[in-house]
């Protein structure tokens, strides 16, 4: 089965700090994903990486940046967390070839007060 | 804009009841996805099409390619079926998703 995991389920910040969301997944995978989601608003994409240290914007880059030094761990930044940032992050997989399902993680629902 | 639309985004059913939730989507794709995310839980995929026809257990899943335009049927519905079911396409290495459908199941 593929695994993707997701550093933290909860997580709680105060305004101004520095967020690290740490994804990883087990497949060997080529294309990893990150996302928010929001009531009403559905999965938006931030942004993905089809390669190590390759990285492309999404729907919604603004206030993030990602790092991808490893194949199978892709992780998301948030440089100075704002209120407007509080959502459920999830983290998804694909490959590029076989079925080209996406596999999600549990996803981060983060609170920043 | 949005690439996907689904529709209806709120659905009650009875249990024993046929379900439908149809998803349109304006990009051409390689393959569409049907989702399922349970209150608090993750996403997991249902079916992944391309063309036809899909079943699996009480599940079914259509897609007409000209008229870009998939279907999800629930067969016999259960309170366990309540979810929010998402349609997603894939383009390339980019996948868009629908806003979900918020389905209750009533015993």
């Known amino acids: 089965d593929v695994k993707v995991t997701q550093s933290s389920r909860y997580l709680v910040k105060r305004t101004g700090e520095k967020v690290f969301l740490e994804c990883v997944q087990d497949?060997?995978?080529?294309?990893m994903f990150w996302y928010r989601q929001d009531p009403g608003l559905g999965l938006r994409l931030i942004y993905f990486?089809?390669?190590?240290?390759?990285?492309e914007k999404g729907d919604i880059p603004e206030g993030y940046s990602v790092s991808r030094e490893k194949k199978e761990r892709f992780s998301l930044i948030l440089e100075s967390a704002s209120t407007n940032q509080t959502s459920m992050y999830l983290c998804?997989?694909?490959?590029?070839?076989?079925?080209?399902?996406?596999?999600f993680g549990p996803g981060t629902r983060l609170t920043v007060t | 804009k949005n690439e996907v639309e689904q529709s209806p985004q709120n659905l009650t059913a009875q249990e024993g009841e046929f379900i439908t939730i149809n998803c349109s989507y304006s990009?051409?794709?390689?393959?569409l996805h049907w989702l399922q995310q349970h209150p608090g839980g993750g996403i997991v995929s249902l079916f992944m099409?391309?063309?036809g026809k899909k079943k699996h257990g009480r599940l079914i899943a259509t897609i007409n390619i000209q008229e870009k335009h998939s279907s999800l049927h629930i067969t016999a519905s259960h309170p366990r079926d309540s979810a929010v079911y998402i349609c997603?396409?894939?383009?390339?290495?980019?996948?868009?998703f629908g806003t979900g459908t918020s389905l209750t199941v009533i015993p």
């Open positions: 990486s089809y390669d190590v240290k390759m990285k």
């Open positions: 997603a396409v894939r383009t390339g290495n980019q996948f868009y």
């Open positions: 497949m060997d995978h080529e294309n």
């Open positions: 099409l391309s063309s």
């Open positions: 998804a997989s694909s490959g590029d070839r076989g079925t080209y399902e996406q596999y």
């Open positions: 990009v051409g794709i390689s393959a």
